[in-house]
Structures are given as C-alpha cells and as structure tokens.
C-alpha cells in the first residue's frame, strides 16, 4: 500500500512504555531511551493532565501509539467513530507507527476490555485481511499487530498460530508488533515449541518487539506484565535478534510498575542480549 | 471489486466467528458452557476460562474503583466488589476506552436499592465529576483584566461561557467532609471514622485548575447565578435574576462579587 501520511519520525534502538508513574521522570530528568510508547486510548480524551504530559514528552522523545480497542479480529462493525479520534491522535502525536493487537475485545457492542484470541481459521484470516486492509486505508498507513498471549484454543482451529500470524501479515500486507514474551507464554499454555513460531515469522515484517514478565503456574503461565523479563524469554529474545536482526524492542511493564531505574537496567539487559545475539549470528 | 463469490464467502465465515464470539463472550461473562467451542488440548480449557473469567470481572472492578476511589473506600472491598459485580453485569461497556467505565453508575444506583446509605450517591456524583474535569476539554480562562478592558456599554448584554470542565451538582447531602476525609485517608494511609453524612440539599460546583480538578459548595443564590449563566443568559439578566432572591440594590454587587471569584478560579471561559 502507499504510505500518504509523512512517517518521519524514525524509530530505532530501546524504548519503555510510558506509564503515569513516570510521567515526571522523563519531564524532569530526561533519561535515555530511545522511544517510548503511549496506550493510544489513554490519550483519546478530551484535554487535561494526559494529554499535556504527551505534548511535553513528545518534545523530547520520539513516540509510537499502541491501542488495545481496536478489535480487529471482532465480527461487530469496524467503529468508525473510534478510528477518526485514534487518526486526530496520530497527527497531534507524529508517531513513528501505530500497533494494535491481533485479537477480538468484543461482540454485539459488549466490549469485554480484553485481548482475546482468534479461531485460526481461514474464514478468521480472511476476516481479518478485510478489515486490516479497510483500517490501513482510513489512516493511510501501515499498521502493526501484535500477537496476544492466549489461555484457550478453538476446537476449529484448523492452523497454527504462527502459520496463521504469518499468513496474515502478507495477505494484510501489515507489519508485526512481535511480543516474544506472549509468545513463550501461550507455548507453555498450549505445548508447543516457542522456537518453531520465531523460526516461521517473515523477518521483514517484524517491525517492533515486546519484552515482559509472566506469572508462571506450573501447568499454566498468565501475561501479567508485573514482573522483570523471565531468563527463558530472554533466550527466546536472543534467539529471535539472531534470526531476524536487530528490531526496536521495549519492556512492557503494567503492574507493580518500579521506580523508572530499574526499569532502565532492565533496558540494559535487552541491549546487551540484542548484541550478543547479533554478534553471535555474525 | 469484490466478487460476489469473495463477498458470499467472507459473509458465511463472519456468521462463523460472530458465533464463536458470541458463545465465547457468553462463557467469560456469563460462565455459559461454551460447548464445543474450545479445543480440548493439553489442559482443561474450562479451567483456562477461569483466566479470562477472573480477569474480565477484576479488570473492570479496577476501573471502577479507579473512577470512584472514595466511594470505593467508603463501602470497603467486599462491598465494593459486590457492587461492581452487579453494575458489570447490569451495564456491560460500550465504549472502546475502559476509562469511561461507570459513567452510568448515577442512574444504577438511583434505579436499584444497592447503597448502604443515600449520601453514598452523591458522593459518587462527586466523584464522576471529579473525574470528568480531570480530562474535559482545554480552553484558556478569562482574566479580570480582560474583562475589565470591555467598554460599559458591552456588559449588559454580555454573555459568559463556562470552561469545559465546569460540572454544577445538586446534592441533598453534605458529603464534601466524608469525601475529604476519605481522600485524606488515601493519601495518609490511616483510615479515620468517617463523619455522619449530614442531610443538606445544596449545589457544589466542580471544574479544573490547570491540572487539577477542584470543587466548591455553593449557597443556593450563587448556585442559581451560575446556573443562569450557564443557560446562556445576559449579565443583565443575571443581575435581574439575582435581585429577586436578594435586595435589588445590592444584587449587581454580589454577582460583580461572584464574577470576580469566577475568574480568579477559572470557571470563565475567555470571552
Ligand atoms: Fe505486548
């Protein structure tokens, strides 16, 4: 597709996503990260405090929007009036692109909040190739998706999920937001192997990746977001860089949300992991 | 062009996953069976709808308390929690952003007997206008300097606006105290006995300073001043409408009176 919106702002290296806690940390100290990202829908409001902190921020960081109501994959209508306050958004913002997830939050205009998975069906696929392609038009752009982390599986489930992100991605021609973390936690939940699905994701389509922290239960892990990077996620990181190259990668951290320093090491981690593993590919 | 085969096709695998959705949603809100939805696989996927069961109801709770916090506080978790069962039931979201959850907690409260105590509601009133000036639309504020600028002849027919974030309330409690303590409480940490709800039918207006949202009770003549003001009407007409619940002469004075402390708080809108 043709890209008729300016991207200019250029997206590289390690970012966080900005939470409310940190607001006057990044005001008031400026640390170094790269980029961060904003929850679209926290600043789809009306004015006040949110949107003064991401006008202030933006002076000094480059941003990237993720939305979490977008509901591609869901069977209700597209919401048009969503779309046109999540494209004012983007031109107040000038980010450098625009994710959403890969999943369904709702149906018959309940909207459960939650990132829930799809049936990997090819009626899912062409559904969702559909809508991907009708949202790309309206905001002029390419959008990313990410793949959610997922507790349950469909008894029509006629592929894999990696088949299916894969498969998606060309026929959407849209990018992919990779969460390896979501990744390794819907392996674990469903038995298969993590390794398999990095190897079967079209490298340049993967376009941003989501480091984060897991509740794991033994029999089950749950996506929690409330806990540093887990060393089996980290090896799946390192394994991923290699095989795809280096990719603008974050921490995602939702709950328990520490001071922005230890954050910030966390950071650190995920440079050195992405250089050794871009060294050891070398 | 799509073709019809294309478009008959994406139309037959819709109606198949609105019915999975469907049966899906029914399971997590609803507990529904979701028979034969979920693969069977290495796990027991009743058992894994627990995850999504538990994290829809405690995600919105959430959200609740988040807009309410001094009501939340007020009724304790497990009355809290009780009521938030009831009202996501009662009123699923509608909205994509979780942020407008409870916008409808007023009037479920005022159509179902679920509050210990009656001051209850307006606190929550308080609270949803608190939380409404939070994020209401920006608009610079006049100034008594711009206004003082305007020629006499202008302020008869002169008609103010107020900010966005203006909300005016009628309480019949005197909740202001009990709310003032329970936010203390929050921010302290020692959780005090609450002072007796009083009952005293008064306005409070709710609007917000830079950053901050801010609130004031109100005596019934300002109230009503306000209120006409917000109506659209003239400065005249607020005069006029002020002297007949004061003495005539001395009723332009008081709403010059009011005006001033308007503006110093950034309740006007620039002009
Ligand atoms: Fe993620």
Redesign the interface.
Known sequence: MNETSSCTTKISGFGLGLRTDHYHDFVDRKPVVDWLEVIS??Y?????????YLDSIRRDYPIVMHGV?LSI???DPL?RG?LRELKQLIDRVQPGWVSDHLC?T?????????L?PM?Y????L??LT?RVQQVQDFLGRRILLENVSS???????EMSEWEFVSELLSRADCHLLFDVNNVYVSSR???FDPWVYVDAMPARRVKQIHLAGHEDHG??V?DTHDHPVRDEVWALYRYTIARIGEVPTMIERDDDIPPLDILLAELAQAREAAASAVALAA | MMSVATASALAAGMTELQEQQRAFRLAVVADGAAAGLLAAGSSDPLRRLQIYRHAYRSRLTDALAANYPALARALGDEAFAALAAQYIDARPSRKPSIRWFGDGLDDYVGQHDVLSHPALRDLLRLEWAICCAFDAADAPVATRDELARLAPEAWPTLRLELHPSVCLLDLDWNVEPIWQALTRDAETGIEQALPEPVEHRHSLVVWREGLTPKWRSLEAAEAECLRALQRGETFEELCRSAARRINAERAPAFVVGWLQRWLADGLIARV
């Open positions: 829908e926290n789809m409001v009306p004015g006040g405090k949110p949107l003064h109501s994959g869901g069977s919401d969503y369904w709702g149906v018959d205009h309940h909207n459960l909040h939650d829930l049936p069906t090819e009626a899912s062409r559904h559909d507790y349950v599986a469909y008894a029509a489930d939940n469903h038995g029999d089950f749950v």
